[in-house]
């Protein structure tokens, strides 16, 4: 099946910000060197990604988004994330509820190079960097803005402002200001807040005092700013884990790099031992899974906004947790090399320092965990091993997508859009159709204790929590089936259509949840994993769903 004109013009745009930015080489951006490859991503109009295509931009689909910044990613997460992908989480609540002059401001600014940054509110189970907030007054008739936060992205650079203020009433504004028509002393720029990782990136403080806030400030309806936020933080949830991608990718390729050139004659060396073949092949795997369920939920934005809630957050919980687990195996491939921070395998240690940072987001683990706690009863009484599976689109990455209607995402899901995928399969034979039945009982175990919850009881034990953890592996293992099958379907002979990877994939996965299986796949299935592994590190392909073409200085 070909692909559509919209993937064929998304492939060329991914490869033409790799060769962009194949000069700055990966994981070693910093000072010049960083800001030279921020000029790189101006030369390219990196910030039309970032503006909806009705607004001039190109962005047209999330998981195109997704793809687009992976190239910056896996050289740097400070410049795909930090001067990249958070100017769109920024601008989301503007795409989501803004009139039409804030999306034709926000559209001109980063359309012109410019940046914009955004300022969370407090919530539950948030991280330290959101902990304080804005508050929002009414002095003499007139809106007033007050108040410090700690660490802003891009404090000092940010021309626009995206704001989540609290009010007198107890409710939330949200507010898009532009910082160069304040009045003088109404904004002050607060220290910059230096991290152990992401030290590329311009974390900072921003205090209002007295600051005006005039009526056509306020994005969406009055006092729904959390609810805005809450919305919003859906499409974050589902991009997050193709960040972390990005970086995952780079940790794998420098570990196979390193086990390439240095593999002499030990029979103990990670391409000829047993251990070391697993790691590799491991990590691949980890990479396909993240993927998969990265892919659900950034197309489940556009197909099934009001079901894809879970589904997001299953993402942004596990992902995390797979490809850092990953990284920490991969370390003992390199040895001693990987404390060597400036050698020529640098860029892995650089990464695996990153990536948990990254991966806190702006709420962290506890909030992700929480988002699903507070679904997950009603969604195993009443959809999971009920429902339909999804449309054959939300897994065909090939395939176009309708609009993204982000005013119609809603906080939590009426049904799971994943895990009836398992059901569908459940009659696949052999040594696939074993693990499919494994994880259905599974998934009713999952069922039958959700069930029993009730909003009386207290959500947030560590049972609860433990069950949480499981559902998340059981819904990256239902998108990692459904990938596979509709590139069996539509795409046979490709890597993806081969019951390889998603066999080592599911074998992955119930090791991870202690299922009733096997202990290892079959030999064949670990030799055609090692396979992909080394040969898309000698054609200098990508190790996520896209075999995306590398460019290296």
């Known amino acids: 099946m070909r692909a559509t004109t919209a993937e064929a013009r998304l492939r060329s745009r991914t490869d033409e910000l790799e060769r962009a930015l194949a000069p700055s080489g990966t994981g070693a951006l910093t000072g010049e060197s960083l800001a030279r ?132 009433d107890g409710t939330h504004e949200a507010l898009l200001i532009d910082r160069e028509i304040l009045p003088e002393g109404a904004l002050r720029t607060l220290y910059r807040y230096r991290t152990v990782g992401l030290d590329g990136c311009e974390f900072g403080g921003l205090e209002f005092t007295d600051c005006p806030v005039p009526e056509e400030a306020v994005i969406g309806e009055p006092g729904q700013g959390m609810a805005l936020a809450v919305r919003c933080s859906v499409v974050t949830r589902a991009l997050l884990p193709s960040v972390l991608i990005a970086a995952a990718d780079t940790v794998l390729r420098t570990a196979i790099r390193f086990a390439v050139e240095n593999r002499g004659d030990d029979p103990y060396g990670p391409l000829k031992s047993t251990y070391g073949r697993e790691v590799l092949t491991g990590a691949l795997l980890d990479l396909l899974i993240s993927d998969s369920i990265a892919l659900a939920a950034a197309r489940g934005i556009h197909l099934l906004p009001d079901r894809v809630s879970a589904c997001a957050a299953a993402a942004a919980y596990t992902v995390p947790k797979l490809l850092q687990d990953s990284a920490h195996d991969l370390s003992t491939v390199l040895g001693e090399a990987y404390f060597d921070g400036k050698g020529p395998y640098g860029a892995f240690g650089r990464m695996a320092r990153d990536l948990p940072l990254l991966a806190q987001g702006h709420a962290g683990t506890a909030a992700r965990q929480a988002m699903l706690v507070a679904q997950l009863p009603h969604l195993a009484r009443t959809s999971w091993l009920v429902d339909d599976e999804p449309p054959a689109a939300l897994l065909r990455p090939w395939e176009d997508l309708p609009p993204a209607d982000l005013g119609a995402l809603a906080p939590a899901g009426i049904a799971d859009p994943v895990v009836p995928i398992l059901s569908a399969c459940a009659g696949l034979g052999d040594e696939l159709g074993e693990l499919v039945t494994a994880f259905l009982g599974e998934l009713r175990k999952l069922r039958g204790r959700f069930a029993r919850i009730t909003p009386g009881d207290g959500l947030s034990t560590p049972d609860t929590l433990a069950l949480t953890d499981r559902y998340a592996l059981v819904c990256a293992a239902a998108a990692s089936l459904g990938v596979w099958r509709e590139h069996r379907d539509a795409r046979p002979g490709t890597f993806l259509a081969d019951p390889a990877w998603i066999t080592g994939a599911l074998y992955r996965l119930g090791a991870l949840l202690g299922l009733d299986i096997p202990k290892a796949p079959q030999e064949a299935v670990e030799r055609r994993l090692f396979e992909a592994v080394l040969e898309r590190y000698e054609l200098k392909r990508s190790y996520d769903l896209y075999e995306t073409n590398l460019a290296e200085s």
Not at 46 to 58: A, D, K, L, T
Not at 68 to 82: M, Q
Not at 97 to 108: L, M, N, P, V, Y
């Open 37 to 168: 490859a921020e000029r790189m991503l101006d030369d390219c109009a990196f910030g039309s990604e970032f503006v909806p295509v009705e607004s001039g931009g190109r962005l047209d689909r999330i998981d195109g988004l997704g793809r687009v910044v992976r190239p910056a990613c896996r050289r740097d997460l400070s410049l795909g994330f930090g001067y990249g992908l958070n100017c769109y989480f920024a601008a989301t609540p503007v795409w989501a509820a803004g009139d039409s002059a804030q999306r034709e401001w926000t559209a001109a600014l980063l359309l012109g190079g410019g940046r914009i940054a955004v300022a969370r509110p407090a919530v539950a189970h948030a991280n330290d960097f959101v902990r304080d907030e804005f508050a929002l007054t009414k002095k003499d008739g007139r809106r007033r803005l007050d108040g410090a936060k700690t660490a802003v992205l891009n404090y000092s650079r940010a021309r626009g402002l995206t704001v989540i203020a609290g009010t007198e």
